[in-house]
């Protein structure tokens, strides 16, 4: 009895495992299939007895007699083009470039690339980068880039997908474009640096344009026709918001231009992207620090003329930060042959500064002279006894002997300085009573001439480059 039931125990046992691995089988082949098949569904049966990915890879570029050297078409490949703006990094004055990354999406119509005769078990075929070095490629590049290298982190950021017949691609920034035929779209992460037509008149108040051109290095228009994907609004879009903290972009424009080379014509697809300075680190750093400076050496005006070595050393010391801080603005800013704003605002400041300096000088030679006469006082009765003496009034006599016409043409000059006379008879008081309402009021006249100038300056630039003055 027992001996039975040891036998129909282990007879149980083996029927379960046979079960065990009848499952595992069956989800082993399930799992192999599903992972290449299309996803299982009410509408879409699952596929039986289709050809996988590798097998198609190898049946087109191997068993079809493929040739990368040769142009999918005798009358010309159509591009499309898209780009998608990742990150500007950074745009840098110096050395006028900027450098950013950006996702590049191109695609084409390849007929020695068709495989829907072959009962794929994927609709699309996406393969990495190895593939596409064995593919026809319009060898597209930036002709005028300074830098520019496919990301490989941690592997080479190329995306390639092959479509049998007419597909809908979603991008996602939520795009949809639909292409008709047989395609290969290429799809890669660059990062570019590009060149930039800085102009610093308007600094900090100035706006830059920079170019990058993209186009087939080695076909003219008649064999590859580069064009703006037809399809989308906004063939070059931005993924995300572009944060630079010294610029901000407010406008991105894509064109196609025909250039004649010696070869022939070549299709080029420019990008301009127009970038707004942000100032306001600029005016906290410059500007603000500028109008303290000046009001600080308008203080002397006050101190009074018995206090001339504390208002000497406030004015010195306002010219030696103003000349510092000039030096240091200008350090980050490259050696141009122009005028730039930034630079008629620091020599203004500067030259506001230096005639305080100037209105102590004269102010302090004044009291100098003024205290010289007081201690000469003693003297006067002597003088005026030597004016009074015989030898004095011959001496009187004798200056009006002088010639008609020479009195005359003297009348003019002494005339023409009458009004600087007048000034060289103020006391020292009065000049800093003066001084203290008269340079105020100039360096007011001067600021709403310099920030209303620049300021039209800046519309009128804004309005030659078609920009919505609202974001300005």
């Known amino acids: 009895m027992q001996k039975r039931n040891t036998s129909s125990r282990l007879f149980i046992f083996l029927i379960l495992l046979f079960q065990f691995i009848r499952c595992a089988v069956i989800i082993d082949s399930d799992y192999n299939v599903s992972s290449d098949d299309d996803p299982v569904t009410e509408a879409s049966p699952r596929k039986r007895n289709c050809t996988r990915q590798p097998a198609i890879i190898d049946k087109l570029l191997n068993g079809t007699g493929y040739n990368k050297f040769r142009i999918p078409n005798d009358d010309g490949v159509h591009v499309q083009v898209e780009f998608w703006v990742q990150a500007i990094t950074s745009i840098n004055e110096i050395t006028n470039d900027f450098e950013m990354d950006i996702y590049i999406n191109e695609m084409w119509l390849d007929p020695a690339l068709k495989f829907d005769h072959l009962n794929p078990c994927k609709q699309n075929l996406s393969v990495s980068h190895q593939v596409l070095e064995r593919l026809w490629t319009p060898n597209s590049c930036f002709i005028n880039s300074k830098f520019a290298e496919i990301h490989d982190s941690p592997f080479k950021n190329v995306f390639l997908m092959i479509y049998p017949n007419g597909t809908v691609w979603v991008n996602y920034v939520r795009i949809e474009t639909i292409f008709i035929g047989v395609h290969t779209l290429v799809f890669q992460r660059v990062n570019v640096k590009g060149p930039c037509d800085l102009s610093l008149e308007l600094f900090p108040l100035d706006i830059q344009e920079c170019h990058l051109i993209y186009e087939s290095f080695n076909y003219n228009n008649q064999e590859v026709r580069m064009r703006w994907n037809e399809k989308s609004p906004e063939p070059v879009s931005v993924t995300n918001k572009i944060r630079l903290p010294d610029f901000e972009l407010i406008k991105i424009e894509p064109t196609r231009v025909s250039a004649p080379y010696p070869a022939g014509m070549w299709d080029e697809l420019h990008v301009k992207l127009v970038f707004e300075r942000r100032y306001i680190w600029y005016f906290m750093q410059a500007y603000l620090p500028t109008y303290l400076t000046i009001f600080i050496s308008w203080i002397s005006f006050s101190l009074g003329t018995k206090a001339m070595p504390a208002r000497t050393m406030l004015g010195v010391n306002a010219l030696l930060a103003m000349i510092f801080q000039f030096g240091n603005i200008m350090r980050n800013l490259p050696r141009v042959s122009y005028v730039k704003a930034i630079d008629v605002w620091m020599l203004v400041s500067m030259t506001f500064i230096f005639l305080s300096l100037l209105e102590l000088a004269i102010v302090g030679y004044k009291t100098k002279n003024e205290e010289g006469a007081k201690k000469k006082c ?45 000034f060289w008879n103020w006391s020292p008081e009065k000049i800093d009573r003066v001084s203290a309402i008269l340079f105020p009021a100039c360096f007011a006249i001067f600021n709403i001439v310099y920030w209303s100038y620049y300021y039209n300056k800046k519309l009128e630039k804004a309005a030659a480059m078609k920009l919505n003055e609202d974001r300005l």
Do not use: T
């Open 378 to 422: 003693p003297h006067k009765k002597l003088i005026d006894n030597f004016e009074a003496s015989p030898a004095g009034l011959c001496r009187y006599e004798k200056r009006f002997m002088l010639p008609v016409e020479r009195r005359s043409a003297r009348w003019g000059g002494i005339m023409r300085f009458q009004i600087f006379q007048d």
